[in-house]
């Protein structure tokens, strides 16, 4: 089905935004006729955008740059649709003005709260192939992300009645899957995320998708899954412990936590990289491994990783320590893990 394109609140804010660059609304936001007269009241649509969301709709690199340097944030989100800078950039079909947004750490795969629609998503949608291309190149797009409908960004291509450059875009989205496909096969083993190719692929990413191991390293799927004999593989090959995955950035310590697997977690509380992860805090929660070991009541890991010396003073962003962590959810058995003067 041909999809029916509309005026959306971003469009409208940004052709509101250009008259007033012009000159075509006053001061006040009186919209003026040919002879210099009020002609009629009007309420500004673009109020709700900041400086740096106007300046990437319009392509604006220079000003981007400039915003960005004076400490405007490519993570603020628009009050009414929840869309970053980066959609809006997306929405314009600025490559350039893109590139300055994602270099500044902008998120590329963030889904806007009033539609789920992708900065990718955005730039389908308003036809910007050279945007698509862009984006596509970099290697953490999640061309896979679904709208509210159910639909990636390449379902809106529409099927029938295609103008020129819905042609162009189909070509891009099929060579793009294509190569993503042939990638993968000669990558790694059918299940997606054992490397074919060892030692060098050993820290190699999985591409975003919908597997639930988004752009993570074949070490933290083992971890996740606590497939042992992978681990050790992987581990011997010269895997990566510090590497974070998306969009937790949790690490390997914190994956075994979390799931309970006690028999990887001995294996990296020895690993003489296990320093650079003992104590991370998870962005999104501030736990440490102890804190997701304990979250989830498993004592075994949890005692693991207290018996290896972890810091429990560190407090996540819910104001808890892991010994707090175990009193909330009365984890008697996990409590007696302390030293008696941490549990009175």
């Not at 000003?63 to 993570?75: A, I, R």
């Not at 050993?202 to 998708?209: C, D, H, K, L, T």
């Not at 993570?216 to 412990?241: C, M, Q, W, Y």
């Not at 320590?321 to 959810?329: D, M």
Request: charged share 25%; hydrophobic share 40%.
């Amino acid at each position: 089905m041909h999809c029916i394109r509309t005026i959306s609140v971003w469009c409208m804010a940004i052709i509101m935004f250009s008259c007033v660059e012009q000159g075509s609304v006053g001061d006040k936001g009186k919209l003026k006729g040919d002879n210099g007269d009020i002609q009629t009241e009007i309420h500004s649509q673009d109020e709700h955008l900041t400086p740096l969301m106007k300046a990437s709709g319009l392509g604006d690199t220079e000003l981007v740059k400039e915003l960005l340097k004076s400490g405007e944030s490519p993570f603020l989100l628009d009050s009414i649709t929840g869309t970053s800078p980066l959609h809006f950039a997306a929405q314009g079909g600025s490559v350039e003005t893109a590139k300055v947004l994602v270099d500044a750490g902008a998120l590329i795969n963030l889904q806007a709260e009033s539609n789920s629609f992708t900065p990718l998503m955005v730039a389908t949608w308003y036809r910007n192939p050279e945007m698509i291309k862009y984006l596509l190149s970099l290697k953490q797009i999640n061309p896979l992300k679904k709208d509210n409908y159910g639909r990636i960004a390449a379902d809106f291509v529409p099927l029938e009645n295609r103008e020129p450059v819905d042609e162009e875009i189909a070509v891009i989205y099929e060579e793009y899957f294509k190569n993503r496909q042939a990638f993968i096969d000669s990558k790694f083993e059918t299940n997606g995320f054992v490397p074919k190719n060892l030692p060098e692929d050993v820290n190699i990413r999985i591409p975003n998708g919908d597997k639930g191991y988004d752009f993570h390293t074949p070490l933290l799927v083992s971890a996740l899954r606590g497939n042992k004999p992978l681990f050790v593989e992987l581990l011997g090959n010269g895997a990566d412990i510090s590497l974070t995955g998306e969009y937790m950035k949790a690490n390997v310590a914190h994956k075994a936590g979390y799931q309970g697997h006690a028999d990887i977690m001995k294996i990296i509380v020895k690993d003489p990289d296990f320093y650079k992860i003992a104590n991370a805090q998870g962005p999104t929660n501030g736990y440490t491994p102890l804190h997701d070991a304990i979250w989830h009541g498993h004592t075994r890991t949890a005692k693991i990783l207290l018996d290896a010396g972890v810091d429990t003073s560190l407090v996540a962003w819910d104001g808890l320590t892991p010994l707090e962590l175990a009193k909330k959810y009365n984890y008697s058995e996990i409590i007696e893990l302390f030293p008696s003067h941490e549990s009175k």
